[in-house]
DNA sequence: CCTCGTGCCTAATGGCCATTAGTACCATAA
DNA sequence: TTATGGTACTAATGGCCATTAGGCACGAGG
């Protein structure tokens, strides 16, 4: 499902320090609570005083273990599209395009309800971040988005699907996932199996039926 | 189309100030300048000072026309909360469902397209709202999706739509609307009309299909 | 026992921010 | 002309913040 990742932040410990004892907890803890903290209240409402509460340290201790501030988000945010680019591969496979939709589709939905603190921060906080990272970020959104253009103008080419524009089908397809993220609850009445399968379906079903628009004739 | 609306910076203006001069457009200048800012920038890496070089001001005068930073968040995300609502009960009909859906969401495509500043706002700053504006937008947000529910669940009852699921159905297509905010541009390929007719297509697709669920037999 | 590294602390530092106080300008209306 | 109201300005005020400096404790390894 998820696939195995080193957090960015974990990488450049490793750089620095390679004595690599690779103990360090306090590293993860720090970027668990920087999760939860921007997504509950966004980057700039969250002081590095309010991190280091969260694990029992004061907000200087915490450049033990970091640069900046800055640095946790850029972790999370590389990291979190790391995760979407890898989770779509491992979800493709080389079979029909409508059941490669579905494939793709529930893993972006798995993702996006079982990663709820990334994908709000990844959403949110772009204009956070300071460049570089925020090329790079946006960068490999494009590139998720051009994975789904792929696969959406693969079954446009064979015949599966049927829709007047795969830029504004990709757009729906992907914004319907990303809501997942808002409302889902581990305890809800419906599975994440459930859910998945629901999302796949809604997927399928906006790609498939043939389409009267007003003027048809509309660009890719 | 937009309804008229009037401001709740103005109405607060009217209220302290009955002799309702009513020309100033400084307050709404003030309100502009906060709705780019803000959504370019966010609500908390906007300064007052910011805002007020926007107006060809300095920060401080800014306060001759509003009491706080807070209270233009505030204008901002209750006007845009009560656009939408007033958004669907005007697009609203008393045809059939499927002709109801159609024109719903029609109109909720072609407010985010034309409001996206608002709307992103709308979305991403419910964390920098103080109590009790915070209750209230949520109150409103809550209201819009329940106008949403009622008319899907019409639908449902007639037998015109046939989704396992309302509330999953109804985030599901809020959200695929929410989405155009983040792309549309007035001069694209495709007209704004084609835009909405394009969604409100998605959006009867979504809803009208047979599914057949894992599991079947799922909540409301 | 000593030493060294690690990671914590407190106490700056320098900066920015929202908001308030006090003052000056200017137009309009008496 | 003089008053008045409105709006701008500059100069606090008080607070918070990210980050740095310097020092202290403690555990491991000699």
């Known amino acids: 499902m998820t696939p195995v990742r080193v957090s ?8 620095d320090d390679n004595s ?12 668990e609570a920087g999760l939860t ?14 991190i280091g509460r969260a694990i029992g340290v004061k907000g200087p ?15 999370i945010m590389v990291t979190t599209m790391q995760d979407l680019l890898a989770g779509f591969d491992n979800a493709d496979s080389n079979g029909e395009p409508a059941e ?12 996006h309800a079982l990663h709820p603190r990334d994908v709000r921060i990844g959403n949110r906080e772009i204009p956070s971040l300071e460049e570089p990272a925020r090329e790079l970020v946006l960068n490999l959104r ?15 080419d064979s015949g599966d699907f049927s829709i007047p524009s795969v ?10 996932g990303i809501g997942v993220a808002q ?21 399928a079903r906006l790609l498939s039926a043939k389409v009267t628009v007003a003027d048809s004739t509309i660009e890719n």
Not at 8 to 15: C, F, I, K, S, T
């Open 37 to 50: 903290l921007f997504a509950e209240r966004g980057y700039h409402a969250t002081s590095m005083g309010d």
């Open 167 to 176: 830029r504004v089908a990709v757009y729906a397809i992907l914004e319907m």
């Open 142 to 156: 494009n590139e998720y988005e051009g994975k789904w253009r792929e696969l959406i103008q693969d079954g446009l």
């Open 100 to 111: 490669r939709l579905r494939e793709v589709m529930a893993e972006h939905v798995r993702y």
């Open 61 to 75: 201790s915490l450049y033990n273990h970091l640069k900046s501030k800055q640095e946790i988000l850029i972790d």
């Open 8 to 15: 960015v932040l974990e990488e450049r410990q490793n750089a």
């Open 183 to 203: 409302w889902y609850r581990p305890d809800g009445s419906l599975s994440l199996d459930q859910i998945a399968a629901l999302y796949a379906d809604m997927a």
């Open 20 to 31: 690599s004892t690779m103990k360090d907890g306090r590293r993860s803890d720090i970027r």
